[in-house]
């Protein structure tokens, strides 16, 4: 898979910056916006607030699945 359009975020357990997300799921907030979770490859779960084009492209683009 291409890194280049993996959603990246910040590990909290391991401290670092831009770590590729797999298994990525976007789901929605409660208050109307969107949320990727999934995890660093190595068990540690990551979570990553995002827009909704930036959402919305992920999904397209095939690097995260459809929650809602």
Not at 2 to 18: G, P, V, W
Not at 19 to 27: C, K, L, N, S
């Amino acid at each position: 898979m291409d890194t280049e359009k993996m959603i990246k975020a910040y590990c909290l357990k391991t401290k670092e910056k831009n770590v590729p997300m797999q298994d990525a799921v976007v789901t929605k907030t409660a208050k109307g916006g969107y949320i990727a979770n999934g995890n660093d490859g190595k068990g540690n779960k990551m979570a990553a607030i995002m827009s909704e084009a930036k959402a919305l492209q992920a999904i397209a683009d095939g690097v995260a699945t459809k929650g809602f």
